[in-house]
């Protein structure tokens, strides 16, 4: 081919790729991603998708992980299946109408939580039930109440309203936060610590500290805090001997697969057992009581057993998205106490995740807590529905994000509810004749 054909027909192909609508390679899908990421309603739909799709997941992974135990211990194999589902049920409409509550309400809602909790948690220690070595629970006949689950989201409440409240410009000093966020979240950690719950003081520190992080609180200050919390720590790991055998079992599992290190040698044996897409559906081998919790604490470890690599990818992934979700919001309101609490709940969600997953495939002990929305657990899910409803009433007060919520027009429950009779007349979608 001469030299003239080679150019006509680079001036051909560069016609063509010019050609209005047509997408020119990789910078005209990434300006596409970057401008759909740029929509006034990203961070709201994102954290329902999000909130949706685990919550699914974990209903699944419930009635898989718990059939086996529940038929052997109460006949029937939906028992915790159905418990889960009542506790999801309850949980959605107060999802529904956290969303939309003003502000103002979340800001005062704190208070009275965190005294509630504080009562709940002093209780707990005088009527409460023990399991494991752990007092943790109020019996309540058809329910467990575990308080230090509420707590979480009181501390979040109140700490994000009190440093809200001292903000002059825009700016905190972090030294007013010493007195009283800090006493006030010590007390609340040692009265988990009493019904010996590491795990959950754990949360509460993270959830302390990505305030203190949103505040712009100095590194020594950081340091200090962690300092003494690793010494606490220290203290309460070589005063419990379950806690030391828990350290152990993680530093050399397969040196103690039958003692301490029995649950993370099979939660591992199941993950490994998934390869890449799992075992299917149903079909895990170590449900059949290899795992202790299998439905709770270690329902990671099933999920990646039926599920494979595949699904806990997906299952991070959604966490992924639904931290930069919460992070969105609190970048893109300018309200001090939106962007506190939506940094302490993304926090506490994902940080919660992250600690049970590392504690299932090894990187980091054991500590009890379950993952969000996916674990069995009301006590655990009513609080975390609860904060994502949250989340997304914040997440309406993005630029732009009320006038695009209007333009959609009311929701499918506002439609129902209209034409049912029971609610205000359905905002017509289209413009009316005559009227400019």
Same mark, same amino acid.
């Given at each position: 081919?001469?030299?003239?054909?080679?150019?006509?027909?680079?001036?051909?192909?560069?016609?063509?790729?010019?050609?209005?609508?047509?997408?020119?390679?990789?910078?005209?899908?990434?300006?596409?991603?970057?401008?759909?990421?740029?929509?006034?309603?990203?961070?709201?739909?994102?954290?329902?998708?999000?909130?949706?799709?685990?919550?699914?997941?974990?209903?699944?992974?419930?009635?898989?992980?718990?059939?086996?135990?529940?038929?052997?211990?109460?006949?029937?194999?939906?028992?915790?299946?159905?418990?889960?589902?009542?506790?999801?049920?309850?949980?959605?409409?107060?999802?529904?109408?956290? /969303?939309?509550?003003?502000?103002?309400?979340?800001?005062?809602?704190?208070?009275?939580?965190?005294?509630?909790?504080?009562?709940?948690?002093?209780?707990?220690?005088?009527?409460?039930?023990?399991?494991?070595?752990? %007092?943790?629970?109020?019996?309540?006949?058809?329910?467990?109440? %575990?308080?230090?689950?509420?707590?979480?989201?009181?501390?979040?409440?109140?700490?994000?309203?009190?440093?809200?409240?001292?903000?002059?410009?825009?700016?905190?000093?972090?030294?007013?936060?010493?007195?009283?966020?800090?006493?006030?979240?010590?007390?609340?950690?040692?009265?988990?610590?009493?019904?010996?719950?590491?795990?959950?003081?754990?949360?509460?520190?993270?959830?302390?500290?990505?305030?203190?992080?949103?505040?712009?609180?100095?590194?020594?200050?950081?340091?200090?805090?962690?300092?003494?919390?690793?010494? /606490?720590?220290?203290?309460?790991?070589?005063?419990?001997?379950?806690?030391?055998?828990?350290?152990?079992?993680?530093?050399?599992?397969?040196?103690?697969?039958?003692?301490?290190?029995?649950?993370?040698?099979?939660?591992?044996?199941?993950?490994?057992?998934?390869?890449?897409?799992?075992?299917?559906?149903?079909?895990?081998?170590?449900?059949?009581?290899?795992?202790?919790?299998?439905?709770?604490?270690?329902?990671?470890?099933?999920?990646?057993?039926?599920?494979?690599?595949?699904?806990?990818?997906?299952?991070?992934?959604?966490?992924?998205?639904?931290?930069?979700?919460?992070?969105?919001?609190?970048?893109?309101?300018?309200?001090?106490?939106?962007?506190?609490?939506?940094?302490?709940?993304?926090?506490?969600?994902?940080?919660?995740?992250?600690?049970?997953?590392?504690?299932?495939?090894?990187?980091?002990?054991?500590?009890?807590?379950?993952? !969000?929305?996916?674990?069995?657990?009301?006590?655990?899910?009513?609080?975390?529905?609860? /904060?994502?409803?949250?989340?997304?009433?914040?997440?309406?007060?993005? !630029?732009?994000?009320?006038?695009?919520?209007? /333009?959609?027009?009311?929701?499918?429950?506002?439609?129902?509810?209209?034409?049912?009779?029971?609610?205000?007349?359905?905002?017509?979608?289209?413009?009316?004749?005559?009227?400019?």
């Amino acid at each position: 081919m001469s030299a003239t054909a080679h150019e006509r027909a680079a001036q051909e192909k560069t016609a063509q790729e010019k050609v209005p609508g047509r997408p020119d390679g990789f910078r005209e899908h990434l300006t596409a991603l970057r401008e759909m990421l740029d929509r006034p309603l990203t961070s709201y739909y994102l954290i329902l998708g999000c909130s949706a799709l685990l919550l699914v997941l974990g209903l699944m992974m419930v009635l898989s992980a718990s059939s086996i135990e529940a038929l052997q211990e109460v006949g029937d194999p939906f028992y915790w299946f159905f418990k889960q589902s009542i506790s999801a049920a309850l949980g959605l409409p107060l999802m529904w109408i956290c /969303a939309h509550l003003p502000l103002r309400f979340f800001r005062l809602a704190g208070y009275p939580l965190m005294v509630l909790s504080l009562l709940a948690l002093v209780l707990v220690l005088f009527v409460g039930t023990s399991q494991l070595g752990a %007092q943790r629970w109020i019996d309540l006949g058809p329910i467990y109440l %575990q308080p230090s689950e509420p707590a979480k989201l009181g501390l979040l409440l109140w700490g994000a309203d009190l440093l809200a409240r001292r903000a002059r410009g825009g700016l905190i000093e972090w030294r007013s936060l010493l007195i009283p966020l800090m006493p006030g979240t010590a007390i609340l950690a040692v009265m988990v610590m009493l019904g010996s719950d590491l795990g959950t003081t754990l949360v509460l520190m993270i959830i302390f500290l990505s305030l203190l992080w949103v505040v712009g609180a100095p590194l020594r200050l950081f340091g200090g805090i962690l300092a003494v919390a690793v010494l /606490a720590t220290v203290v309460m790991i070589t005063t419990e001997g379950y806690r030391w055998d828990r350290v152990m079992g993680w530093l050399d599992p397969w040196g103690n697969a039958q003692g301490s290190g029995f649950q993370a040698v099979q939660g591992q044996i199941a993950i490994g057992s998934g390869s890449w897409f799992g075992l299917g559906l149903g079909s895990s081998r170590q449900k059949w009581s290899w795992i202790p919790h299998a439905e709770s604490d270690f329902i990671f470890s099933i999920l990646g057993e039926e599920l494979g690599l595949m699904g806990t990818l997906v299952v991070i992934a959604l966490f992924g998205l639904l931290g930069y979700a919460g992070l969105r919001v609190a970048t893109r309101v300018k309200d001090p106490f939106v962007r506190l609490a939506s940094v302490a709940t993304i926090a506490w969600i994902v940080g919660q995740a992250i600690v049970n997953i590392g504690a299932v495939i090894g990187v980091l002990p054991i500590t009890g807590i379950p993952l !969000p929305l996916v674990s069995y657990g009301g006590s655990a899910l009513l609080p975390t529905l609860a /904060a994502l409803g949250m989340l997304l009433s914040f997440a309406k007060h993005e !630029p732009g994000a009320r006038e695009a919520l209007a /333009a959609h027009g009311p929701g499918p429950v506002a439609r129902g509810l209209s034409w049912l009779g029971l609610g205000g007349p359905a905002r017509r979608r289209w413009p009316v004749r005559g009227r400019r």
